[in-house]
């Protein structure tokens, strides 16, 4: 076997780490931009409020989903390297 190489299993491990880590991300980012529109619609917002409280939800959705993404596949990194 060549050692260099990553087994069958890396390579499905990792894959099944980076789709985790994209449904993630997605579900978090949606979670964030759903509470942004829920505090437009419990404050009954219009106008140029309701368009900055839904942009500013959808940036903080954005990055936290972001986060997330960076946050899972570093840690998943980190383990492999480890060995655990």
């Not at 087994?7 to 942004?36: G, H, P």
């Not at 106008?47 to 570093?74: F, I, P």
């Amino acid at each position: 076997m060549d050692m260099g190489r990553e087994s069958r299993w890396e390579k499905d491990a990792m894959t099944v780490e980076i789709v985790f880590a994209l449904v993630t991300a997605a579900v978090l980012a949606a979670v964030v931009f759903a509470a942004a529109w829920c505090l437009v619609q419990a404050f009954g917002l219009s106008g140029s409020a309701e368009k900055s409280a839904l942009v500013g939800g959808a940036l903080l959705g954005a990055v936290a989903g972001v986060w997330r993404l960076v946050r899972v596949l570093l840690r998943f990194d980190v383990q492999r390297r480890t060995g655990h």
